[in-house]
């Protein structure tokens, strides 16, 4: 990872309020380019390419300059890679000229922006100009082509870490151009790549098939037609002659595997965000500061680690409403093999309960049960838990009663219910659920929840002869919690 150290430790929060750019923030930017930061499309992959120009330059600086492209994102193509830097630069070198291409995902310029107490255009101005100052000072090694891979072994600086040289460089005029938000690309995702990875050798030039004696009418390649790679030549295939789609078969892998044999690393991380480019995301990169949740299962987290993943999910969710499924596949669930929420999003309310964190406890239920209302039986009865881990007696046995009322024939809101009740010490209470719980799993299929009503009832009756056993009843929880775990997978 070249460029962590990029900008100040601890001064960027992961987060950033994203869309209430006030005009201090906006100062300096044209108006129309202020409107399209304002206002990013963050559910959306798009980029806002910037023209940014100084003028009386020094030769080599102008150079640079002049080849500097700057993006700003809404997605991240490494999202998941943490830690993630602020901004990221890459170095193209081919038939095209040298081109220097800068990507910053908005919320992480407003970030930075905001930590530098400064406008959003000085901070541009900076990232940009230390792109210009710091590839004028490698300039062999830049115009040659061997910066990405050296970057990456730490041979020479990330080019986007002199911010203060950047800022030196004077006042630049930014603008927007296009003025309009365009798709991400597989060039941007290529820069991205390069920065963390080092350069993948995927040709990308226009492919031209060999000439046939006999041209067959309707075949692109027949009438003299090239194909831009690889998509372009991916997408003709079909309109070609079995010749000419036996040739662009050849080119498509003999390229692809080229690509991979240059940067294994490189080429999965390529490939991989191919293809969630395609699928729903996390805005204003959430999928960051929630990647690594998963070790949950595993390890659970501090307080503060809870509470703080607690607020990102509630932040996360509001963005999905009724839309559990595309909630799940960006969290990474695989889309093909039914998507549904993470397991340790499912055990989240109980681990925070467990910690204490009441309050958090019940704004990640709410938040689950209108992503995904079929849940709320689920999200309900953990709560009940919950309320009862926390010493929140009271409220507790309020919670119980209504799950109760409203799902009195779900065997879960049952054993949970049970499982309030015993944490609260309510034993007797506790057995009569689960005893209630045993005789609802009656159907053969029911073979585990009739195991996990029997678990309970058995460890209850060993907790009253033993008269005692916290740390029993807490591993009798994390059973319980897996076994509804798997139920759930195998529907
Ligand atoms: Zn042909």
């Not at 831009?228 to 295939?237: C, I, K, N, R, V």
């Not at 992503?371 to 507790?396: F, N």
């Not at 209504?402 to 219910?417: I, S």
Request: charged fraction near 20%; include cysteine.
């Amino acid at each position: 990872m070249a460029c962590v150290s990029a900008f100040p430790a601890g001064s960027l929060s992961i987060l950033s309020p994203v869309t209430s750019l006030g005009s201090e923030a906006l100062a300096g930017l044209p108006a129309d380019l202020a409107q399209l930061l304002s206002a990013p499309p963050v559910t959306e992959k798009k980029l806002l390419e910037l023209r940014v120009t100084w003028s009386g330059l020094p030769a080599l600086e102008a150079m640079m300059a002049e080849a500097l492209r700057m993006f700003v994102l809404t997605w991240d193509p490494l999202e998941t890679h943490v830690p993630r830097p602020a901004a990221m630069a890459a170095v193209n070198t081919g038939s095209l000229g040298l081109e220097i291409a800068v990507h910053i995902p908005i919320w992480r310029l407003n970030g930075l922006a905001a930590a530098r107490h400064e406008p959003i255009a000085t901070t541009l101005t900076a990232i940009a100009g230390s792109a210009v100052v710091t590839a004028a000072r490698h300039k062999q090694e830049v115009i040659a082509g061997r910066y990405p891979s050296l970057v990456v072994d730490h041979s020479v600086p990330d080019l986007l870490a002199d911010l203060s040289a950047g800022a030196a460089l004077g006042s630049a005029t930014i603008s927007a151009d296009p003025p309009s938000w365009d798709d991400i690309g597989l060039g941007a995702i290529q820069d991205v790549i390069q920065h963390a990875f080092g350069p993948v050798d995927l040709d990308r030039s226009q492919v031209e098939l060999g000439a046939l004696s006999r041209g067959q009418s309707g075949c692109p390649a027949c009438a003299g037609k090239r194909f831009g790679f690889p998509a372009d030549l991916a997408e003709s295939q079909h309109s070609m002659c079995a010749a000419h789609r036996k040739q662009a078969d050849a080119v498509i892998k003999e390229r692809l595997a080229r690509a991979e044999r240059s940067n294994p690393d490189g080429w999965g991380a390529l490939t991989d965000a191919t293809i969630r480019r395609e699928l729903p995301h996390l805005p204003n990169g959430l999928a960051t500061g929630l990647a690594g949740a998963s070790e949950a299962m595993y390890v659970v987290p501090e307080p503060a680690e809870l509470a703080e993943r607690a607020r990102l999910v509630v932040e996360a969710a509001a963005w999905f409403s009724g839309r559990g499924r595309d909630f799940g596949v960006a969290l990474g669930e695989d889309p093909e093999y039914g998507p549904d929420i993470p397991d340790w999003l499912m055990n989240l309310i109980l681990d925070l309960g467990r910690a204490g964190l009441t309050n958090e406890a019940l704004s990640v239920a709410e938040a689950l049960a209108r992503v995904e209302p079929k849940l709320q039986s689920v999200t309900d009865a953990d709560l009940g838990v919950a309320l009862a881990q926390a010493g929140r007696g009271d409220e507790a046995r309020a919670q119980i009663a209504a799950n109760l009322r409203a799902w009195p024939d779900d065997f879960w809101v049952r054993v949970h219910a049970g499982d309030a009740l015993e944490t609260l010490g309510d034993l007797d209470g506790a057995r009569a659920h689960f005893a209630a719980a045993r005789d609802m799993a009656v159907h053969p299929a029911d073979f585990e929840e009739r195991a996990a009503a029997a678990e309970r009832l058995l460890s209850l009756s060993r907790k009253e002869r033993l008269a005692g056993g916290g740390p029993k009843a807490q591993r009798i929880q994390r059973a319980g919690k897996v076994s509804r775990s798997k139920r759930r997978r195998g529907r």
